[in-house]
């Protein structure tokens, strides 16, 4: 049974910082391109980050140079570091594995609520 379970979310002010974690199991990990998505209330789930199996990284143009993502294959888990937080970051944040030569393969976790408010 594959798993994907987020971890880290929660309240924050503006300006701060969350780290994310996204736990695998029931899949070999490094045979899959790892992203975060989020959705916030009322918009459509949109890219927020990815990782490839070769530890190419790609951000959307709203989180460069403020967010973070990276992989640890040892421990099968994926990192979203987050800093300079702002209000519109505040969605839920969902992880999603994807391998490369399948798109049977497909795998989304239950998402963590980030909510960034004074």
């Known amino acids: 049974q594959v798993q994907l379970v987020e971890s880290g979310g929660g309240l924050v002010q503006p300006g701060g910082s969350l780290r994310l974690s996204c736990a695998a199991s029931?899949?070999?990990?490094?045979?899959?391109?790892i992203d975060w998505y989020r959705q916030a209330p009322g918009k459509q789930r949109e890219l927020v980050a990815g990782?490839?199996?070769?530890?190419?990284?790609n951000y959307a143009d709203s989180v460069k140079g403020r967010f973070t993502i990276s992989r640890d294959n040892a421990k099968s888990t994926v990192y979203l570091q987050m800093n300079s937080l702002k209000p519109e970051d505040t969605a839920v944040y969902y992880c999603?594995?994807?391998?490369?030569?399948?798109?049977?393969?497909?795998?989304w976790g239950q998402g963590t609520q980030v909510t960034v408010s004074s």
């Open positions: 029931g899949i070999i990990f490094s045979f899959y391109n």
């Open positions: 999603n594995a994807d391998h490369p030569l399948s798109s049977r393969l497909d795998y």
């Open positions: 990782v490839t199996i070769g530890g190419t990284t």
